[in-house]
């Protein structure tokens, strides 16, 4: 078994997904433009599959509010340096909630903020997970 997908909610899924494509080279594999607005958004790598949606019964969490330690995608940084993704992500509107650190494995990791709220976690591993 592997994981399918793994789905969060949005106030604005259509706008989510531009940006994620835009901002963070996900594809948008599946659509839909009407309620409840699903999105599903391919990585870059063309592995790990995320849908951004929004039920009217089930409203998005306030994710400005929750520690990013919660909930959060995380983001392999590979093709550019942590601090060039980071400078070009906040350019775009995102938004830092935790400082960068280095872990005692020699990982490098920020948390920041899409423009929504949504917590987005940029890792540059040592050693790939993988």
Do not use: C
Not at 65 to 79: C, F, G, M, N, S
Not at 93 to 99: I, M
């Amino acid at each position: 078994m592997r994981i399918e997908h793994i789905g969060y909610p949005a106030g604005q899924p259509a706008q989510v997904a531009q940006w994620y494509g835009q901002h963070l080279g996900f594809r948008i594999a599946r659509s839909q433009e009407q309620p409840p607005y699903t999105h599903f958004l391919v990585d870059g790598a063309g592995q790990g599959v995320i849908e951004i949606y929004n039920y009217e019964e089930v409203p998005p969490p306030d994710y400005w509010r929750q520690d990013p330690l919660l909930l959060h995608l995380a983001i392999e940084v590979e093709a550019e340096s942590i601090e060039a993704a980071t400078e070009r992500l906040l350019a775009a509107g995102a938004t830092v909630a935790k400082a960068m650190v280095t872990t005692a494995a020699g990982d490098r990791l920020i948390m920041l903020r899409d423009p929504w709220g949504f917590p987005l976690q940029l890792a540059s591993r040592q050693v790939s997970l993988r």
